[in-house]
């Protein structure tokens, strides 16, 4: 595996992420790449689970930036697009971001990201699920698709992984001009210009997607949030 990252493989795991947290602790200034066939309790965000079966690609990383970037989820969900239309092309017209933190084709979910930052470390964690060849099962009321039946073949999630982690390796000099992947995050944002409600667990805020402000937040009816979920109607 190119660059710095140690790489490992695992047939099943409870999760990549925990299991990025474990090696961390062995060795902090190290860089880990960790990928399981199948976990057993997948993390996703706000601690909710992620079901992560075998075919499916599941992996964790650690990458190290001196500083805090609020939008680092959608940095990599730019790097993550890129290499799918690149690798896709037929992708380009039905592939989206949906922010915070996910990728969707069409109405359906294809991938999940979950990034956390630790400040005294200069190191960012970061998760990554997608539906490539796994079969598929609505979680939670969320449609679901894999990206072999998008495209009708089955997917190499070995040439997938090197192929996401190279534009990541690649891209990093975007971090010190976020203006660059949040602006094409913008042109990609999931149901841009229609009604959406921000969940913010006590508080609701329904409005109309706007755009993504300068920090990488959601503007709903030019008031600009940093924080929540998105949830659409119907």
Known sequence: MKSGWNYLYYKELDSTMLELERLHSIAPRSQFLIRAENQISGMGRSRNRWYSPAGGLWFSFNQFYPWVVDSFALYIGYCLHKTLVRLYPSLADDIRIKWPNDLYWQKFKLAGI???????????????????NNEISDYEGIETISLRKIVGSMISNQYLLQSIMQEVNDSLDTLNEPGQYLDYCDQQLYRKGELATLDMGEKKVSGVINSLSKTGGIIIDSVDYNFGSLRFPG
């Open 114 to 132: 979950l990034s956390r930052f630790s400040p005294f470390e200069d190191n960012y964690s970061v998760g990554i699920g997608i539906n490539t």
